[in-house]
C-alpha cells in the first residue's frame, strides 16, 4: 500500500480546483469554504464499510468509490441542493492492493466531476476492513432548502424513475448468482437525482422530500413521521423496475429515487430532467388512533379491489438483522 | 444494541440546539447550516477506529468519545476558527453493550459542550470493529483563516504547552503497565487549544500554525514543505512534559499542542489564555541542495555544544509501521 504522505499527494493532484466555494482543499489542517452570500450550506455524511455496505468480491472497487459518493450527493439532492465539495475518510488495510484504492478513486472521482464537486479533505488511516466516510456540502438560497417536514395532508406523493432495480440485484448475488458488474446498473452506479432536487426546489412545487436509501415503505414513513401525517399509496401505482417485483419496490433500498410531495392543486410534469415522475398516493391528517412513533402504522396500501391493509416499514429493522426475500447488505442507510 | 432509530433519537433528544449557525441538525437528508455572512468555513474530519487510534482495553468510552472530538477541534484551533458543530458516523459491532456507546457520547457531548458545538447529524451502522469519522465544522472572517504556508525566513518558532505527553502514557501501555485513565490525563482527555488559536488569529501575531497531532518532527515538516522553508530548533528549548523524554517530546503525537510562527520583531507573550508558550527555534529560507519533498531534511536540531543534526520526521512513517520506542497506536493523524 502507498504511504500515507504519497496517497495523500496523488489525490491532492488529481483533485484539481474545481468548485469555487473552495478556498482552499486538501493540504492544511481544514479546506476552507465561502460560501455564497444569502446561502444556506447543507451537510450530510454516510459511512461504506466493506461486508456490510458492499463485498470486495461482487463490487468493484470503481464501483464502491461511485456508490459512496453517489449516497451523499442523493441526500442533497433531497434537499435541493446544489454540491459544492466532498471529503473522504479512507480506512485501507495494510494488505490491499494499491489498484484498489486508486479505482476507488477514479470512480468517485468520475461521478464527482460530472456534478462539479471538489474533493476538498479527508483523513487516511490504517484499518483492519475497507472503510470509508463520504462527506459533501452543498448549498441553496437561504431558507428554501426541502425538508421532510413540509408535507400537509391532501398532498400527492411523487416518486422519480422506478424502484426495486438495486435490491433485485443484491437479491441474485446473495443468491450467488453472478451479475456483470455493468456501468449502466442502478445497483453498482446508482444515479443520484440531484438536478431532478434542484429543478423541484428551484419551481416550489414540492412540500417536502426525501431520498429512497432505505427503501419505499421506510422512507415514506420518515416524510410522515417528520410532516405527522399518514399516507396511502396504490399497489398497481408504484413503477416497478424491470426484473424487480413488489416487495422489492416497496421494501428495497439503495434506488437513490426521490419521494416528494406536492400540493394536489399543482401540476407536477410527467417527466422532470429527464426522469420520469409517477403519483403513487396521498397523505392523509396523523389518525389519532395511531401512534407517529410505531412507523408501521402510518401508511396504508390500496391493493386489487381497494383491499386496505397497513404497509409495515420493513427497511430499518434491517439494522437489527437483514430481511428475508430482500437481504440487504447495507444495515443502515439514513 | 440499541435499533438505529431509537439511538438516533437518543442522540436527537439528548443533543439540543446549541449554536445558532445550526438552522437544523438531526432528523432530515441534510444538516442546514447558516454561516455567519463574512465568514469562511472551515472543515475538518478525522478517523478513529479500534484498534488503530484506541483499544478498548485501554481507552474507556468516554476518553474515546472525547478523544475523537478533540482531534477535529485541534484542527479548527490550529486555524483560529471558531467551531460551530460537528458530525458523528459511527459503526458499532452487534455485541458491543449499549453502555459503550452511550458513554461514548456523553465523553463526546462534555467536550462539545465546552465548546458550544452543536451534533448536527451523522450516520450509524453495524461493523466488525468500532468505527467513529468526526466532522467539524466551524467559521472564522473571510481570508483570516491560519495557514501552514504563511511563515517566512526568520520567523520565530513557538510552541504552546509541554510535549511528549500522551506519548509516554502509551509508551506505559505498551509495556503492559496499567494506567489509571485520569480525566486530567492529556493521553485520555487532550484540550485542544481553541482559544490560543483563536486568540493568535484575532491578534495577527502569527504567520503559520498547525496542531501537534503527529509530533513536532512532523509537523513542523509540514509548515516548513507548506511554507517553502527549513527550519533549526535548539534541543534545550524544547519544552518536555514531566515524566516524557525528549525522543517522545520530538517524535511522539497527539498532544494537540499547537505549533506556530511568527515575525521576530513582534512581541508573542509566554502565556497565552493560561498556556505556556515557549519559542524552541527558528525558520530558514529553504536550502537548494535540500529537496523539500524529503521531510526529513528540513530540519535541523542543535544539541549541546551547538551541535547541529537533521531531525528526521519519523512520525508520518507510522502509517506504514508502528515506531521503535514510540509504538503509536495511531497510523495516521494528518
Same mark, same amino acid.
Request: glycine share 10%; charged share 20%; net charge positive.
Given at each position: 500500500m502507498l504511504a500515507e504522505r504519497a496517497f495523500i499527494d496523488t489525490i491532492r493532484k488529481s483533485h484539481g480546483s474545481r468548485n469555487p466555494a473552495v478556498v482552499r482543499g486538501i493540504g492544511d489542517d481544514c479546506a476552507i469554504l465561502r460560501p455564497r452570500p444569502g446561502y444556506d450550506l447543507m451537510v450530510t455524511t454516510d459511512l461504506c464499510l466493506e461486508?456490510? #455496505?458492499?463485498?470486495r468480491k461482487w463490487h468493484p472497487a470503481a464501483s464502491v468509490g461511485h456508490h459512496c459518493l453517489a449516497r451523499g450527493l442523493s441526500d442533497i439532492a433531497a434537499m435541493g441542493g446544489e454540491p459544492l465539495a466532498c471529503f473522504l475518510s479512507l480506512g485501507l488495510p @495494510?494488505?490491499?492492493?494499491?489498484?484498489w484504492p486508486r479505482q476507488f478513486l477514479q470512480g468517485l472521482e468520475a461521478l464527482a466531476r460530472s456534478f462539479k464537486v471538489q474533493l476538498a479533505g479527508g483523513d487516511t488511516s490504517a484499518a483492519s476492513l475497507i472503510t470509508a466516510d463520504i462527506v459533501v456540502l452543498a448549498q441553496a438560497p437561504s431558507g428554501k432548502a426541502l425538508l421532510r417536514s413540509g408535507a400537509q395532508p391532501g398532498d400527492s406523493i411523487f416518486v422519480t424513475g422506478n424502484l426495486g432495480a438495486s435490491a433485485e440485484v443484491l437479491d441474485r448475488l446473495y443468491r450467488g448468482r453472478h451479475v456483470r458488474p455493468s456501468r449502466r446498473s442502478r445497483h453498482f452506479y446508482p444515479e443520484p437525482r440531484v438536478r431532478v432536487g434542484r429543478w423541484l426546489r428551484e419551481r416550489g412545487l414540492t412540500t417536502a422530500m426525501i431520498d429512497l436509501s432505505d427503501g419505499l415503505s421506510v422512507d415514506l414513513a420518515h416524510i410522515c413521521a417528520e410532516s405527522r401525517l399518514s399516507a396511502t399509496i396504490r399497489e398497481s401505482d408504484i413503477p416497478i423496475a424491470p426484473h424487480a417485483n413488489l416487495n422489492l419496490a416497496l421494501? $428495497? $433500498?439503495?434506488?437513490y429515487e426521490l419521494l416528494f410531495t406536492a400540493s394536489p392543486g399543482l401540476k407536477v410534469p410527467g417527466r422532470i430532467a429527464g426522469v420520469p415522475i409517477t403519483r403513487i398516493g396521498r397523505t392523509h391528517p396523523e389518525?389519532? @388512533?395511531?401512534?407517529?412513533? #410505531?412507523?408501521?402504522?402510518?401508511i396504508t396500501i390500496l391493493g386489487e379491489n381497494e383491499q386496505e391493509r397497513p404497509l409495515p416499514a420493513? $427497511?430499518?429493522?434491517h439494522f437489527s438483522k437483514p430481511q428475508k426475500g430482500i437481504r440487504n447488505l447495507s444495515q443502515s442507510r439514513s
Open positions: 461486508n456490510v #455496505h458492499f463485498r @495494510s494488505d490491499l492492493p494499491a489498484s421494501h $428495497g $433500498g439503495e434506488d389518525s389519532k @388512533s395511531r401512534n407517529s412513533k #410505531h412507523y408501521s402504522s402510518a420493513l $427497511g430499518w429493522q
